[in-house]
């Protein structure tokens, strides 16, 4: 299950009209309507989106992302909205966007991808794009032009905004706010932004703090409570070895990473895709074969073998025993 920052959900009740019930809507996501504008406080992001469907049900949502993300602030993020202020550049301080994100939510992930008009910041979110998910990314995408703004002595907005879904019944208010060409039904979610924003030196850069604070975002990142990335892509491998043999491609989108990203943070433990799903087959077969309840033939169809000879030899290069030796042992242990 992935989780988002509750502050987002304040905010966006926060933003919502007077005759709505907003203290209704914190409850029925879990939060206290009276309680602290804790970013650490996180919520299942399937009840954040529902929440943003009942608020659809009640008002107009065509500009709440927007007006939501417009009054996201730097210190609202805590440690990563001063690591925000005071990275040198934009460019700097999108950057530990796409590093840190991690600390309120596990169901996006962010990337720089370079673009022959600049960069692309990239929304990475899988998942059945249901609406709840459709204004919570408008919303997002607004919250990175409106933080830049606040650091940016220049005006500033980017080439262009690219959206996965349809428009919603009027584009005029994104447009105007957003000050470039929005387009709809796009491949990606992301902003386009230009060379010479993200050299723009932020107003309030600075070389020290900015390292003092990420030293203390690398600590807070290693000791984020939730499941670690190697436990839930172990549950995600499971979960479909008996459709065969797992694509990293497909566990990284269900895990809402891109598959570079998903290289590249399980190079951080030290493991291969490779190598991870093969210690998951072995865990599960182990775990399987305790419970006299399945056949070897059902087992080697869950771990992800087409054939029980298959299964066997790799089992035993595992242990160094047959999976019907294991099983006795076991049993008998």
Not at 12 to 39: F, H, K, R, Y
Not at 115 to 123: A, D, K, V, Y
Not at 191 to 197: C, G, K, R, V
Request: hydrophobic residues 40%.
């Amino acid at each position: 299950m992935g989780y988002v920052t509750s502050l987002f959900a304040r905010k966006m009740v926060a933003a919502l009209p007077e005759d709505v019930d907003t203290a209704g809507l914190l409850e029925g996501a879990g939060l206290d309507p009276d309680g602290v504008w804790d970013p650490k406080v996180m919520i299942p992001a399937a009840t954040y989106y529902d929440m943003l469907e009942r608020i659809a049900e009640r008002t107009d949502v065509t500009e709440l992302p927007v007006r939501v993300g417009e009054s996201m602030r730097c210190d609202d993020y805590g440690a990563l909205g001063l690591a925000w202020k005071a990275a040198l550049n934009l460019h700097g301080s999108f950057s530990r966007v796409e590093r840190y994100a991690r600390l309120w939510t596990s169901v996006v992930e962010y990337e720089l991808r370079l673009h022959p008009r600049g960069t692309l910041f990239i929304l990475h979110r899988a998942g059945d794009r249901r609406l709840g998910m459709r204004l919570s990314n408008e919303a997002t995408l607004a919250s990175g032009v409106s933080l830049a703004r606040q650091v940016c002595p220049v005006p500033f907005a980017p080439l262009e905004v690219y959206v996965r879904h349809p428009a919603p019944k009027s584009v005029a208010y994104h447009q105007d706010w957003f000050g470039c060409p929005v387009r709809y039904d796009a491949d990606l979610d992301a902003l386009l932004l230009s060379p010479e924003a993200l050299a723009q030196p932020n107003v309030l850069g600075d070389e020290g703090i900015s390292r003092y604070l990420i030293s203390h975002l690398d600590a807070e990142l290693s000791e984020i409570g939730e499941r670690s990335l190697v436990e839930q892509s172990k549950a995600a491998i499971a979960q479909a070895l008996s459709e065969g043999m797992p694509k990293m491609s497909d566990v990284a989108r269900g895990l809402g990473l891109s598959a570079r990203s998903f290289h590249r943070r399980l190079a951080e433990h030290g493991m291969s895709f490779q190598s991870l799903t093969e210690e998951t087959r072995r865990e599960l077969a182990e775990g399987l074969l305790r419970d006299q309840r399945h056949s070897l033939a059902e087992i080697a169809f869950l771990t992800g073998f087409s054939e029980q000879s298959s299964f066997t030899r790799a089992f035993k290069r595992w242990v160094g025993m047959t999976p019907a030796s294991y099983r006795k042992d076991v049993s008998t242990s």
